[in-house]
C-alpha cells in the first residue's frame, strides 16, 4: 500500500481518536458524578467496543493476507541474482517491463537492504539481504524507466551512501 | 506523624530510579537534537559520530524509560508485599555498570553498531577498534543482569503473596468468577498485572537476550566461532523488541495508581482487563516476528504469527486499559495538574503511537515501510508522547500530593505546549519522511528527509524547552514544604 495512503489513514484516526478522547475529558467536567454512574454505562460499551476492535483486527488480518509479498510455489519468472556488499549492490543492468521476475537477493558481508525506488522516487517493495541466506523477491514492473535501490538495512560507515539502480525497458 | 521506615527506603529507591533514568533520558534528548540537526544540514557531523551517536540515542532512550518505569514499578510492588531495597540497590548497581560500558564503547570507543548489533555487524568493515565492540556488548549484559534482579524479585514476591502463577494471573478470579466473589477474594490489583506480564516475559526475553550476547562475546573472543545470522537477528529482535515494548506495560502502572489518585475514584480489576493482560503477556514475546517480515527466508507461518501477535499484545490492554481511564475522567471534577495531565496526555500518545505501529505491523503496509522513517516515528511517539509522560505523571502526582499544591496554568500551558506540542512536531516528521520512503538511520537522508528533519529538529527543540520547564517545576515542588498528612 503507498506510503502517502497510509499517512492518511494514520493521521484520519488519529485525529478522530485524540479528538475523542479529549471531548471525553472535557464533557461534563463542571458537573461531576459518582464513578458508578460513569461505569455502569461505561462497561457495558466497552465489552462491545473491545469486540468492535478485535473484529475490526482480525478483519484487517483477513483482507492482509492475499497481498502477503512472500514467494509461492506458483511464483514464476526469469531470475536475477542481487548481490550486496559494504557498500554496493551488484545489479542488472536492464529488467524487462511487464514481465514477472524473481531477485535471489543475498550479501557478501554483513546485513542489508534491498530498497526499490520507483522512476518517481517512492518506495515500492524491498527485502533484506543477508549472508549465508537467499531471499527470493518476485516483482512485475509496468513503468519503465530507472528504478533506484537503497540500503534498508544498516551496514556501517558507508549506509547512507549505498545505492544503485537499473532501467526497465 | 511520621513515615515508616520501609516507606522512605521504598520512596528512595523510586527517586533513585526516576532521576537517573530521566537525567540519563535528558542527555539522550541532547544527542538526538544533534542528529536531527545533522540530517537538517544545520550542522555537521562524521558519518562515523553520527553512527556511534545512534548507537548510544538508541539503548541510552531504551534503558533511561526501564530505569525510570521499574523504579516506580518496583515502588507500587513494595505497597502490596514489602520488598527488600538491597536488591533493587544491587539491580540498580547492574543498570550503572552497563551504563558506563555502553558509554566508554562510545566515547572514546567510536562503537557504531546500533542496538542491533546485527550478526556479523560489529565484527566486518568496522571503524571502530575490536575493545568497543566486546566493551558495548558487555554493557548490554550487565544491564540485562539489572532487569534480571528486578524481575526476579518481583515475580518471587508476587507468586508469594497471591499463591503461584493462578493467583498472580487471576484464574480462578476470571474462570470462577462467581465462586471467587462469594468467598469474599479480591484479584490482584490492575498495576500487579503490569508487575506479573513484565516479570514473566521480561525473564523469558532477558534469557535470549544473554543467549545472544553470550553467542556474540563468544565469536568476538574466537571469530572462528560462526553464529547463524537468521538465528541471531531473531534472537536480538525478540529480546529487544520486548524489552523496549514493556517499557509501557511498565509505566502504564502509573495510569492504573495515579490517575485514580486524581480523580479520586477505583481503577478496578475487572475480567476484560485481566484477559486483556493475558493477551499481552502470550503475544508481546511473539511480536517481533514484524521485525523479520522482509526475511523471506524466515518461515512463512511466523509471519502470519508475527501480524497477529503484533495486534493482540497491544489492542486488548490498550482498548480495556485506555477506556477504563478515560471513563475514569470522565465527570470526575479532576483539577488538571500537571500528574493528570501528563497521565492523560500519555493515554493519547500509546493510542496514536499505537495506531501507526499496527499500521506497519500490517505485512503489506510493512512491504513500502519496513525500516523507513515511519517506524522511528512510531516509537518515538510511544516513547515521548507515552512512556515518558507516564512515568512524570506518576512524578508530579507524587510531587502534588506531597506539597498539596498544583502547578500555575502558566507553568502548565509552557509544560503542556513544549512536550505535547513539540513533540507532535516532531514525530510528524518522521511519519511524513517514512510515509515518502526516506529510509531510517542515514546519516544524509535523500529528499524529502532533511525538509522534514528541519520541522522535527524545530519539534524537539521545543520539546527540550518542555522538558526543562518541567524539572524546574519538578525541583521547584520538591522543595516546596510537604503537607502534615504526607511529611
Known amino acids: ?169 | 506523624m511520621s513515615v515508616p521506615m520501609n516507606v522512605r527506603a521504598a520512596r528512595a529507591i523510586m527517586w533513585t530510579y526516576l532521576a537517573t533514568g530521566l537525567t540519563i533520558f535528558l542527555l539522550m534528548l541532547l544527542l538526538g537534537i544533534a542528529m536531527r540537526a545533522e540530517q537538517a544540514g544545520w550542522i555537521t557531523l562524521a558519518p562515523g559520530s553520527f553512527y556511534s551517536m545512534l548507537s548510544l540515542h538508541g539503548i541510552g532512550m531504551i534503558v533511561a524509560m526501564a530505569i525510570a518505569g521499574l523504579g516506580t514499578l518496583w515502588y507500587f510492588v513494595n505497597r502490596e508485599i514489602q520488598l527488600d531495597a538491597r536488591i533493587a540497590y544491587t539491580a540498580y548497581g547492574f543498570f550503572v555498570a552497563g551504563v558506563v560500558c555502553v558509554i566508554v564503547a562510545v566515547f572514546p570507543g567510536h562503537y557504531g553498531a546500533l542496538w542491533t548489533m546485527l550478526y556479523p555487524l560489529p565484527f566486518i568493515g568496522t571503524y571502530w577498534p575490536s575493545w568497543a565492540t566486546g566493551v558495548w556488548l558487555i554493557g548490554n549484559a550487565l544491564a540485562i543482569a539489572g532487569f534480571v534482579i528486578l524481575c526476579a524479585q518481583m515475580l518471587a514476591a508476587l507468586l508469594a503473596r497471591y499463591g503461584g502463577f493462578r493467583g498472580v494471573l487471576a484464574i480462578d478470579y476470571v474462570f470462577q468468577h462467581r465462586r471467587f466473589s462469594e468467598e469474599g477474594k479480591e484479584p490482584p490489583p490492575p498495576q500487579m498485572f503490569a508487575a506479573a506480564i513484565t516479570a514473566i516475559d521480561g525473564l523469558i526475553s532477558s534469557a535470549l537476550g544473554m543467549l545472544y550476547g553470550i553467542a556474540m562475546i563468544v565469536h568476538w573472543i574466537d571469530p572462528s566461532v560462526p553464529l547463524n545470522p537468521l538465528w541471531a537477528k531473531n534472537l536480538i529482535y525478540q529480546f529487544g523488541h520486548t524489552f523496549a515494548n514493556l517499557t509501557i506495560y511498565i509505566a502504564v502502572a502509573g495510569v492504573y495508581v495515579g490517575l485514580a489518585h486524581c480523580t479520586k475514584r477505583k481503577y478496578h480489576t475487572s475480567v476484560p482487563l485481566v484477559v486483556a493482560w493475558w493477551g499481552t503477556l502470550l503475544f508481546v514475546i511473539l511480536a517481533y516476528f514484524h521485525h523479520l517480515y522482509m526475511d523471506f527466508v524466515q518461515n512463512e507461518a511466523l509471519q502470519y504469527i508475527g501480524e497477529i501477535a503484533s495486534y493482540l499484545a497491544a489492542i486488548p490492554v490498550v482498548v480495556v486499559t485506555i477506556f477504563s481511564g478515560v471513563m475514569l475522567v470522565h465527570r470526575s471534577g479532576l483539577r488538571w495538574g500537571l500528574g493528570a495531565l501528563f497521565l492523560y496526555a500519555g493515554m493519547i500518545g500509546w493510542v496514536v503511537g499505537g495506531i501507526a505501529a499496527v499500521l506497519d505491523a500490517t505485512i503489506p503496509i510493512n512491504f513500502d515501510l519496513h525500516n523507513t522513517l515511519w517506524v522511528p516515528g512510531h516509537f518515538h511517539t510511544y516513547l515521548l508522547e507515552g512512556v515518558l509522560l507516564f512515568i512524570l505523571g506518576w512524578m508530579f502526582v507524587q510531587l502534588e500530593q506531597r506539597s498539596g499544591t498544583l502547578s500555575s496554568l502558566l507553568t502548565r500551558w509552557l509544560v503542556g505546549i513544549g512536550i505535547f506540542g513539540g513533540g507532535a512536531l516532531f514525530v510528524l516528521g518522521f511519519y511524513i519522511a517514512g510515509a515518502a520512503g526516506v529510509p531510517r538511520r542515514y546519516a544524509i537522508e535523500p529528499a524529502p528527509g532533511p525538509q522534514m528533519a528541519s520541522i522535527a529538529t524545530i519539534g524537539a527543540i521545543i520539546v527540550l524547552a518542555g522538558f526543562l520547564a518541567m524539572v524546574f517545576e519538578a525541583l521547584r515542588m520538591a522543595r516546596l514544604p510537604a503537607t502534615e498528612a504526607n511529611a
Open chain 1, 1 to 169: 500500500m503507498p506510503g502517502l495512503l497510509v499517512l492518511k489513514i494514520f493521521l484520519g484516526v488519529a485525529i478522530v481518536a485524540i479528538a475523542a478522547m479529549v471531548a471525553m475529558a472535557l464533557y461534563g467536567a463542571s458537573s461531576p458524578v459518582p464513578q458508578e454512574v460513569v461505569f455502569s454505562k461505561g462497561y457495558a460499551v466497552r465489552r462491545y467496543w473491545l469486540v468492535a476492535v478485535l473484529v475490526g483486527a482480525a478483519a484487517v488480518f483477513a483482507i492482509s493476507v492475499p497481498h502477503f509479498p512472500y514467494p509461492s510455489a506458483a511464483t514464476t519468472g526469469r531470475h536475477y541474482t542481487i548481490i550486496a556488499r559494504q557498500y554496493f549492490f551488484a545489479l542488472p543492468a536492464v529488467i524487462p517491463v511487464n514481465t514477472p521476475v524473481v531477485f535471489d537477493v543475498t550479501s557478501a558481508d554483513v546485513n542489508h537492504g534491498f530498497g526499490i525506488y520507483n522512476p518517481r522516487g517512492r518506495l515500492i517493495g524491498q527485502v533484506q539481504a543477508m549472508p549465508d541466506y537467499v531471499n527470493h523477491l518476485p516483482f512485475d514492473f509496468h513503468v519503465p524507466g530507472r528504478y533506484t535501490v537503497r540500503c534498508l538495512e544498516y551496514c556501517g560507515i558507508g549506509h547512507a551512501a549505498m545505492q544503485g539502480s537499473f532501467f526497465v525497458r
